[in-house]
């Protein structure tokens, strides 16, 4: 099956994610920077998630380049992502309403750990799909950026009952690992179409 429905349904499903996290601010009531205030949560839980949600596209994005064609197995792998993924938003505005208190920090956790969970499983049937030649695999290969971050996930949920803002701290780290495009696949793709 051809790959192009699937890229075009995730690049949309992840424009309206961003879309509902945006939504979520209401107008202040006032006219200074002091009505801004209460909004700096939200504003920051914001920062972060659009972060996240970035990487994932970017992401999302070089693997699919890839990939020749998909199957009904990366159909639903792919569908199980999307759904973690449609989930910050809600995670989002309840990080920022409660001002990062332990239980929403706890959870905010938790989504990103089964988002890294559901983003291998992708990983691994398109991998299946194509064999041993598969130019994923060559690029991903022992994947240690991908269990580094679910170790840092499961340390910053651990954290998150008792020191919330270490486990924000933890989520910004993971972040910045993936903030830069990752490169294992572009260096790839280039030496095989070379």
Request: proline share 4%; glycine share 6%; net charge positive.
């Amino acid at each position: 099956m051809n790959k192009n429905r699937l890229e075009a349904f995730s690049d949309g499903v992840l424009a309206i994610i961003i879309t509902i996290m945006v939504l979520e601010f209401k107008l202040p009531k006032g006219m200074d920077w002091i009505a801004l205030q209460p909004l700096m949560p939200k504003f920051l839980s914001y920062i972060l998630s659009f972060i996240y949600v970035g990487i994932y596209w970017n992401n999302h994005h070089h693997m699919m380049h890839t990939v020749k064609s998909v199957n009904g197995k990366i159909l639903w792998a792919n569908l199980h992502l999307l759904f973690w993924l449609s989930l910050i938003p809600f995670v989002t505005a309840w990080n920022g309403e409660n001002h990062f208190a332990p239980f929403p920090m706890m959870l905010y956790g938790i989504l990103l750990l089964l988002c890294g969970f559901s983003y291998s499983i992708l990983q691994k049937q398109i991998i299946k799909l194509e064999g041993k030649n598969s130019l994923l695999l060559k690029a991903v290969g022992g994947a240690y950026k991908e269990k580094a971050s679910i170790v840092f996930y499961m340390i910053a949920i651990g954290f998150a009952n008792y020191y919330p803002i270490i486990s924000g701290i933890i989520y910004i780290l993971v972040a910045l690992m993936w903030l830069i495009p990752d490169k294992r696949i572009e260096r790839i793709f280039n030496n095989e179409n070379q």
